[in-house]
């Protein structure tokens, strides 16, 4: 599903308009009786609500006043408040102003803060209030009359629909508008918008439904609406029902590098998240410090055990054996626990420049490239998926991790394509760019995720789902972003299943591996 930008909406309107000949006057048809559906599928005797519907003068008005006059059609009473003078009204939105005039039905202009006073002191009365403010296209913060406005719906017990977007809230920005509806609920038309996928002020959102209003669906495939949301139908296709006839080669052999003495836990949850995931055989690459302690974890996962630092991290010497080794498996992943040690560092380069298997490259791994980033990416010899966080990031491109956050999308879009590696930015909205400058946004995952091993459980999910595209044969840049997305959206769900039975607060690493059967199951009915 695109996600869409304010100027990119308004170019899918008029195209609809000028190429596909669909009324404008069609299209705020369709999007009022989607808010009216949307009411009728949240309660259940709507027809006993208190509603009120308070319009801006713009066409977010013009659909309050659509929804309006559907519910008025249906017996509903709403009181609807016009914050402008009817004779500021234009285009769409007058013709529908004068339809509901023509009826004359009651539409109160308030145009003043003091007309607005006398209303704001009788909102507790109301059951819904529609807030059909102001749409996608503001840029400034709310002042003066306006900003009154939102701030008193704020205060009531109401529940508050909003159109397209909560007003005040920036479209295009994911920082968080100093002051916007709180909507309980939004419905949005055709696309969802920047802010109500990665925003800072998400919450204000509510539930988010998306709308169809009649702009057809080829409108949306231009290569440069780039920002995609996950969806578990566009997922599903992973998940089907193994054939009778397969067997563990089927489903790829992948290798987990990882592990130091004080941190095998990350060797063994990651390998162990890989076999979850479906890999025919997982093995663990190991330090021999280590190799005894990682392969009495977890029985199902090989271990192997090479040559150790004193300090029992991987020693510059392990790259010839561990390159070697490599050969005829579907995936590594490189990094959880590894250490910072020199030796350390000198062996995940060795591995980087020369490896024929596709890399899903994750904590220790990625802290090697600091310093060489450039260098490096640009001289890997086989698929690279790198999952830093924003921190980890920040390091990769000497960049502070408050310009990330502030251009996540662009940021990591930016690094994808100039490398031509895959980037997985993990946030509280994980993003995954790919190289031809596509950029997929996952909705799964919650804030219990964010705790230690993590990433380790991530990193193992991702080399499964890469090791098997590559053993079906399945290794073409597409089918490489087809697994990385897979993975991304299967770890956060399995982690959103889990904190459903698990506290968030006391949600672990290992919790997560636990219901990712739990996870195929659900993306399996898709």
Known sequence: MKVLTADQMRQVDRLSTEVFGIPSLTLMENAGFNLHLA???????????????????????????????????????????????????????????????????????????EQWYATAANLGIYDVIVDAILGTGITKPLRG???????????????????????????????RPPLSVWADMTVTFTAPKIAQILGEGIEAVGDLIVAPIGSPSELMDKPEYFLNLLTAEAVSSRCQRRAESSHKGTYGHVTVISGSRGKSGAASLSSFAALRTGSGLVTAFVPEAVQALVASVHPEVMTTGYSATDQGTFSASAAENVLADLSGKDAAALGPGLTTHPETIEFVHSLVRHSKVPLIIDADGLNAFSQETSQLVNEHGSPLILTPHPGEFSRLIEKPVSEILHLPVETARAFAVDHSVWLVLKNFRTLVAAPNGQVFVSPTGNPGMATAGMGDVLTGVLTSAVGTAVAQEASAPEDITAAVCFGVFLHGLAGDLAVDEINENALVAGDVIEFLDTAFEMLSNH
Not at 60 to 65: A, F, H, K, W, Y
Not at 83 to 105: F, P, T
Not at 161 to 167: Q, R
């Open 39 to 113: 009411i009728q599928g949240r309660f259940d005797e709507p027809e006993d609500l208190q509603i009120a519907i308070i319009c801006g003068k713009g066409n977010n008005g013009g659909d309050g006043l659509v929804l309006a006059r559907q519910l008025i059609t249906r017996g509903y009473s709403p009181d609807i408040f016009l914050l402008a003078a009817e004779s500021e009204i234009s285009g769409d939105a007058a013709v529908n102003l004068n339809i509901l005039n023509k009826s004359n039905y009651p539409v109160f202009e308030i145009t003043s803060g």
């Open 145 to 175: 009359f306006y900003s009154q406005v939102v701030s008193d719906i704020n205060e009531t017990d109401a529940f508050v629909l909003a159109v397209d977007i909560p007003s005040g809230m920036f479209s295009d920005s994911v920082e």
